[in-house]
């Protein structure tokens, strides 16, 4: 039996938090749901509380801004997964959001499905992108990419980067290269360790960008 996933909401909008929050509730797999206005208080709380495995955080936030917010959360909390909920399709906001670390990016439009489904794949390393903006995303990649960095990865490592790039889970990447979830588990937390991320849309972001496959 897999271990229940802790989901926390820090969203400004009540009527919208309180929807969140409610789906969440009656989502099997999800427990001890928190929800915040703020950043400010989801940060008080951490310093305390056991952290959550995914966060959903309102990008436009009053106060400290959900891509200062996830900042600071991940420095205090690397492995809590966090996605990033807007009304916004801006170009520059989608940018900010995935290299800042955010394992998802969703309209607030979206429905109860959708919102469950990206929590779910955040907390696998997934990442929760629709498919308008993940074109978007691609399309920036293309246009900014620089040189390659150099980061130590591994010639297996970057066989995984480039699967992750693909699109596959971690169990179609053990699948295809005939290797243990847990092994391959452990080559993708080695390259967000070696290329300095927090997330797998972080991770695929930095190989887009600095061609790394």
Known sequence: METPIRVW????????????????????????????????????ELETASPPDVILMDISLRGMSGIEGMQKVHAMSPKTAI?????????????????AGAGGYLLKPSNAETIRSAVFAAQ???AAINPQIAQRVL???????????EYGLTEREREVLQIMVDGLTKQQIADRLILSYHTVDMHIRNIYTKLQVHSRSGAIAKALKERLV
């Open 124 to 126: 696998r390393g997934g």
């Open 9 to 44: 909401v820090v969203e400004d909008d009540s009527l919208f938090r309180d929807s969140v929050t409610l789906i969440l509730n009656e989502t099997p797999g999800v427990e001890d749901v928190a929800a915040f206005d703020a950043c400010e208080d989801a940060l008080i």
């Open 83 to 99: 996605v990033m909920l807007t009304v916004h399709e801006d170009n520059d906001r989608i940018f900010d959001a995935i290299c």
């Open 139 to 149: 399309s920036m990649f293309s246009r900014l990419a620089v040189p390659r960095g």
